[in-house]
């Protein structure tokens, strides 16, 4: 990993009137690179997301994405990085109303600049890539399951050929045996497209499998970022429950980064 950081958050502070969610952070994301952010529920993980998304604008700190400051920018800039980036939101990943079809072809319509036919081929080179029939392109949501759901909502937050994808619990809802196959699928995605992911998850085997690198967010802070080994090795409350409680001993078995130590 060399090069400008992709993402570069330092000094963040997020407040809600009392609620200082987040005080003095700083997180950064290097190119290519795979990073998940766990923290226990309520600790800020979508909170920061949405602020290097730009969808809030923080307290006090500065937030850069692909080296432009978000939140000073002016809006032209701002529109041109947006659509460097893919998410998946946390919740309401699709729109009901809309078929698979429409709803992955919304990013692309919202340009402006193409026509219908290179939609239809672009929604459907997006739907085989994360493993859907095309048949499936008319389906609403209301009648997908919730592992064709992430998805879909995966292939959405690809049609733009993102540099950079955000995925806020990629596998909250799924069983054990979807849960492994999306992972596998963003690994897989990862390295054919090779773009850098900023994942919140709360999935200990989600994590383990496919991070670089692991950050941890506790005491409104990030409180530790390094491999899988190193977050182990760093003494806190929340790294103690988490990693090294008994289901969490059971996903760390399985993890290479560990074995070799
Ligand atoms: N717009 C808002 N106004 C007031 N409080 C907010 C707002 N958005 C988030 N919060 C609060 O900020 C805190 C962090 O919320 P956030 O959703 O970021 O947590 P999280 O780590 O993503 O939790 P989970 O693991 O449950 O998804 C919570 O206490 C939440 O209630
Ligand atoms: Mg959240």
Request: glycine fraction near 8%; hydrophobic fraction near 45%; proline fraction near 5%.
């Amino acid at each position: 990993m060399s090069g400008a950081p992709v993402v570069d958050v330092k000094g963040l502070w997020t407040v809600y009137g009392d609620l200082v969610v987040h005080r003095d952070l700083d997180f950064s994301v290097m190119p290519g690179e795979v990073v998940s952010l766990v923290g226990g529920s309520g600790s800020g993980k979508t909170t920061l997301l949405r602020q290097i998304l730009g969808l809030e604008r923080p307290h006090r700190g500065s937030i850069r994405v692909f080296g432009v400051p978000l939140h000073t920018c002016d809006p032209g800039l701002f529109k041109k990085i947006r659509k460097r980036w893919g998410v998946l939101f946390q919740h309401g990943a699709l729109y009901s109303a809309l078929s698979v079809f429409d709803n992955i072809a919304l990013p692309l319509r919202e340009l402006h600049a193409f026509d219908a036919d290179f939609i239809r081929d672009i929604v459907m080179v997006k739907l085989d890539a994360v493993g859907m029939d095309k048949r499936h392109a008319s389906t609403m949501p209301a009648d997908l399951s919730g592992g064709m759901i992430k998805r879909v909502a995966l292939a959405r937050a690809l049609v733009l050929e993102p540099e950079l994808v955000f995925l806020d619990e990629p596998t909250a809802g799924l069983d054990p045996d979807r849960s492994e196959a999306f992972v596998k699928l963003v690994r897989d995605l990862h390295i054919k497209l090779n773009f850098t992911v900023v994942m919140a998850t709360h999935d200990l085997d989600t994590m383990v499998s496919v991070s670089d690198r692991i950050a941890v967010l506790a005491d409104q802070k990030v409180v530790v970022c390094g491999r899988l080994d190193e977050v182990v090795r760093y003494d806190h409350p929340f790294i103690r429950d988490f990693f090294l409680g008994e289901r969490g001993r059971r996903a760390l078995s399985a993890a290479p980064a560990l074995q070799t130590n």
